[in-house]
Nanobody, 124 residues
Framework: QVQLVESGGGLVQAGGSLRLSCAAS????????MGWFRRAPGKEREFVAA????????YYADSVKGRFTISRDYAKRTVYLQMNSLKPEDTAVYYC?????????????????WGQGTQVTVSS
């Protein structure tokens, strides 16, 4: 089993920044990936960003490219999502997830473990 704990959400004005963290514990995988997804009220869960643990390749949704940065601390088994130039449409519950296969997929069904989510609210 893998446990994921997110933190760093909150309320911020449009144009502001937040950094989300996701700490992983439990079993490890070789060559896995971690991703961030979000679900806004009344909408489907959507892909935000992903990173391959080995090598650090990153992938982003078009809606956040250039504003969000995903990174990881290998020793701490923690993944971060730096969110800059936030917009009201970024308001959502943000979830981190582990994909054991390591493909850094954009599809939530490919992910095996999920955190509990952290709320991000961007006011206009």
């Amino acid at each position: 089993q893998v446990q994921l704990v997110e933190s760093g959400g909150g309320l911020v004005q449009a144009g502001g920044s937040l950094r989300l963290s996701c700490a992983a514990s439990g079993r490890t995988f070789s060559g896995y990936a971690m991703g961030w997804f979000r679900r806004a009220p009344g909408k489907e869960r959507e892909f935000v960003a992903a990173i391959r643990w080995s090598g650090g390749s990153t992938y982003y949704a078009d809606s956040v490219k250039g504003r969000f940065t995903i990174s990881r601390d290998y020793a701490k088994r923690t993944v971060y999502l730096q969110m800059n130039s936030l917009k009201p449409e970024d308001t959502a519950v943000y979830y981190c997830a582990v994909e054991a296969a390591g493909r850094a997929s954009q599809f939530s069904r490919e992910y095996d473990y999920w955190g509990q989510g952290t709320q991000v609210t961007v006011s206009s």
